[in-house]
């Protein structure tokens, strides 16, 4: 079996700041997700990657970078953090190959000050 | 774009009886609906799966049915026992390998 591994487990924040959460997977799966996940309103794709190196914008990609250095590790950017914002970050990942199953990470839970 | 709508956010259930999540979708071009569980403080893993090619999937204590007529597919949980409790997602997309669209999530209490 593999894992997903997010860090940190826990972000603070001020109002502006630039803000970075990591990823890594020892899947060795070719695709790759961010996910916002806010109470009551399910998931919302932020950005994927179907193969290093590769971007893609989901629903909800304004005010984020990304960034998918090799094939095992997916960065998300926050690229200013808005006050009071509050949500968990999901990273997952699948094997891309017509395998649609998922696998998530523990979450990063964000607060902004 | 497609919108994918639970309609219980919240479900308590006695142990031992069943749990029914109820999810709708907008768009008829969806054909993949996967279900995704997540307890507390950590990520969603997968649980079950339908596709628009059956109308009924069974997995041990898990019914997914499928109404593609009323754009409709729900989770039945038999015999609910209290590791069930948690919050559970269901989602759609027009296959397998697209991007799946969420709904806002159900969390259910199974009482002792």
């Known amino acids: 079996g593999g894992i997903i591994t997010q860090t940190p487990k826990f972000l603070i924040g001020q109002e502006g700041q630039k803000l970075t959460l990591k990823c890594q997977q020892n899947?060795?799966?070719?695709?790759m997700y961010w996910y916002r996940q806010d109470s009551g309103k399910g998931l919302r794709l932020i950005y994927y990657s179907i193969t290093e190196n590769d971007l893609q914008k989901g629903d909800l990609s304004e005010g984020y970078d990304a960034s998918r250095e090799k094939k095992s590790s997916f960065s998300l950017t926050v690229t200013s953090a808005q006050k009071n914002e509050m949500a968990v970050f999901l990273c997952a990942s699948s094997s891309g190959q017509g395998n649609e199953r998922l696998f998530f990470g523990h979450g990063t839970k964000l607060s902004v000050l | 774009g497609e919108k994918v709508e639970q309609h219980e956010s919240t479900l308590s259930v006695r142990e031992g009886d069943s749990a029914v999540i109820n999810c709708t979708y907008t768009?008829?071009?969806?054909?993949?609906f996967p279900w995704y569980k997540q307890e507390a403080g950590k990520g969603l893993h997968f649980v079950i799966d339908i596709r628009s090619n059956v109308d009924r999937k069974q997995s041990q204590r898990l019914i997914v049915l499928l109404d593609k007529k009323a754009k409709r597919f729900s989770l039945h949980i038999t015999a609910t026992q209290p590791e069930d409790s948690a919050i559970y997602f269901c989602a759609a997309s027009r296959n397998a390998g697209a991007k799946l669209t969420f709904g806002g999530g159900t969390r259910l209490t199974v009482r002792p």
């Open positions: 768009d008829t071009a969806s054909s993949y």
């Open positions: 899947f060795n799966h070719d695709t």
